[in-house]
C-alpha cells in the first residue's frame, strides 16, 4: 500500500521543527529579561502539555474520526505548527513564547493522532503493530536529529535561538508539500471510516 508510505511521514516530518522544539529552557532561561530559572522552564513544559491535550483530545472531538476530515486536516495544522514557531522566533515576552509552545503542540498533537488514525485505517491487521513500530521510531530518531542539528549551527555557527525557530518553522514547508503531493496523486480506493467493517 504505497500511500502508507507519507501516513507515516506525517509524524516524522513534525521532527523537522525539532529545533525549536529543543529550545524552551533557552526560551524560558535567557531571552527575556527576568526570566530565568526552573520554574520558567517548567511554564513552557506545562504550556507544550496544555497543547498536547488539546490537539490530540479536543481536535478529534471537534472534528471526528471521517477520514476525508482528518486527510483535510493534515496541511492546516501543519501550517499552525509554522505559524507559531514563527511567532515564538519573534516573542517579546514568556506569556507570548507560552502561548506559541501551547499553539505548536496542538498542531503537532493533532497530527499525531490523525495520522495514527489514518494510518490504521490503512493497515491490515497482522502488520499493525510493525507499522507504527516505524512509525514511531522514525519519528523519534528524526527529532533527536533535529533537534542535535540545531545545535550545532548555535554553537558554531552563532546562530540565535530565534533564527533557529524561525528556520523550524520554514522547515514546515517541507510536509506541506509532501503531503498535498501524496494526496493529489493517489489512486487508492478512499479509506473506510472508523468502525466499519473491511
Request: aromatic share 8%.
Amino acid at each position: 500500500r504505497p500511500y502508507l508510505a507519507p501516513l507515516l511521514l506525517i509524524e516524522p516530518c513534525i521532527a523537522l521543527a525539532g529545533g525549536g522544539a529543543a529550545l524552551w529552557p533557552v526560551f524560558g532561561t535567557r531571552l527575556f529579561a527576568g526570566v530565568t530559572g526552573a520554574g520558567f522552564i517548567g511554564l513552557l513544559y506545562t504550556a507544550r502539555g496544555v497543547g498536547a491535550v488539546i490537539g490530540s483530545l479536543g481536535l478529534r472531538r471537534i472534528f471526528g474520526d471521517d477520514p476525508r476530515t482528518l486527510k483535510r486536516m493534515i496541511v492546516p495544522l501543519y501550517l499552525v505548527i509554522a505559524a507559531s514557531y514563527a511567532g515564538l522566533s519573534v516573542a517579546p515576552n514568556i506569556a507570548w513564547a507560552a502561548v506559541c509552545y501551547v499553539c505548536t503542540t496542538i498542531g503537532g498533537a493533532g497530527l499525531w493522532v490523525m495520522s495514527g488514525t489514518l494510518g490504521q485505517l490503512e493497515s491490515d491487521n497482522e502488520y499493525r503493530g510493525r507499522v507504527f513500530a516505524i512509525e514511531i521510531g522514525a519519528h523519534t530518531l528524526g527529532l533527536r536529529i533535529a533537534a542535535g542539528g540545531a545545535g550545532v549551527p548555535a554553537d558554531r555557527a552563532g546562530w540565535s535561538p530565534r533564527y533557529v525557530t524561525a528556520v523550524s518553522a520554514l522547515a514546515m514547508v517541507v510536509p506541506v508539500v509532501m503531503w498535498t503531493l501524496a494526496v493529489l496523486t493517489r489512486r487508492e480506493p478512499q479509506s473506510q471510516s472508523l468502525g466499519s467493517k473491511p
